[in-house]
């Protein structure tokens, strides 16, 4: 069930509405049954995965706390990693590693045929296979202690608004919610459907607007010159930005109508000054959880600093290869690593060049150049992401440096002047919002104006929706992942 669908408009009112007449007692019973039917309605079949992982999960967390052996400790620890490990290795990445090695091999004229699995990436897998990693871990730390209710740990690893796309809640900060009593507050529901509406503008609106021009140009680059890709490549960087941050607003803001409290997963990535700021800001809950169950572990920061590169490389080449079974994720992955550990060998180089330059005098446009030279690091690496295979990605970059001129027209892309305009005016719109969540909460920002004005603007946001927004029922791109 797609958030951007008249099933979910549906679905989500009746849900939030009987959710609030039940009584307490019996809720998580009530979203436990919305939150199977929420995933069956993509592919029933494959609820049979998520429940082996609730199930293995479950058992294994209370037999890691009833065993006084380390030893068996560590095995029904490692018994949970490595059946939830198994089913995302075997649905995700099983073809693409015989494909690979069936490639290795015709390198030196040895012939292979793979058996290929034709099977559906189960959507939120890698999702909630991270989710149950988490909780296992935790529960071998001592960091929480294991749920002893198997339908309230079901509901904590489905339930609906963050099941599909995250963000990867820990169940430190989950788990006891369902145990709460929620009850109807206007302010916080009114608050839940403000961030769901701009949710579904940012996704219907600018999202799948962008995805028509970025899908027509990186479908076809042969097609296009310099100018045109590089437009393409620019609009995908905030194509999947608000692809991605409007599910997580939808996601966090229907939870919050029924009282729950998700953590933030965006915080305006493209203001970062820095790569490692960057990843501070975009997709947080991802990249708080490979800070602390593969970094960490790894030995952190408080190790050798050659040690400290590697970790880093690994990090990121693991976060490439978790986005997809594709060798153009795994390189986005490894150019993100470069970037994290070629930013202190290049301090001292971009110092001296910001000094010689004079850039330092004024701190506004310094930090106004650090904005836009990461967002060209940024972009530079989602071409790999986005292409449909390494060649074109290659192929793209080598285009942008060598066939490069001003001359655009609208027509080439197959859209009119107005859709452009729609999609330009509309990041404009973003990055205005942006602006002032970076002084205030866009919430608080409301609530500081005059009623007529604050239903004004989200009238207008309605109308907005409703007159430019893309109703085909595109796909949230993270639901690949």
Known sequence: MLFNSIHFLIFFPIVAALYFTIKHKYRWIFLLVT????????????????????????????????????????????????????????FKYFNFVTDS????????????????????????????????????????????????????????????????????????????????EHKF???????????????????????????????TVYNNVGDYTGIYLLVGTIFFAFQIYCDFSG???????????????????????????????????????????????????????KISVPRWYFNLFIIFLVSGLWHGAKWTFIIWGILHGIYMISSPFTKKWREYIVNKVGLDRSTRIHNLFKIAFVFSLVCFSWIFFRANNVHDAFYIISKIFSDFNFEFSAHLLNIGWPTLIIALFSIALLEFVHLIQSHISIREFLDSKALYIRWGILIMI???ILLFGVFEQTEFIYFQF
């Open 35 to 90: 939150s199977y039917y929420f995933y069956m309605s993509w592919k029933v079949e494959y609820t049979v995965l998520l429940l082996i992982s609730t199930v293995v999960t479950f058992y294994t967390a209370i037999a890691i706390v009833k065993s006084s052996n380390q030893r068996l400790k560590q095995f029904y620890l490692w018994t949970s990693i490595i059946i939830n490990v198994s089913m995302l290795f075997f």
């Open 101 to 180: 090695v069936r490639e290795f091999l015709a390198l030196f004229s040895i012939q292979f045929e793979p058996f290929v699995l034709n099977v559906l990436l189960p959507v939120g897998i890698s999702f909630y296979t991270f989710q149950a990693i988490s909780y296992s871990v935790d529960v071998y730390n001592n960091k929480i202690n294991p749920e002893r209710n198997f339908g309230m740990y079901a509901l904590y690893h489905s339930f609906f608004p963050q099941l599909v796309a995250g963000p990867i809640e820990r169940a430190g900060n989950l788990l006891h919610q369902f145990y709460e």
């Open 185 to 215: 507050e206007y302010k916080r529901v009114v608050d839940g459907l403000k961030l769901m509406l701009w949710g579904f503008f940012k996704k219907v609106v600018v999202a799948d607007r962008l995805a028509i021009i970025v899908n």
């Open 247 to 301: 599910y997580s607003d939808i996601a966090i803001g229907s939870a919050q109508v029924m009282g729950f409290r998700l953590m933030d997963n965006f915080k305006r990535p493209y203001f970062s000054k820095s790569i490692p700021e960057f990843w501070r800001r975009w997709h947080i809950s991802l990249s708080s959880w490979f800070r602390d169950y593969l970094y960490i572990p790894l030995g952190g920061s």
């Open 462 to 464: 309605i109308i907005s």
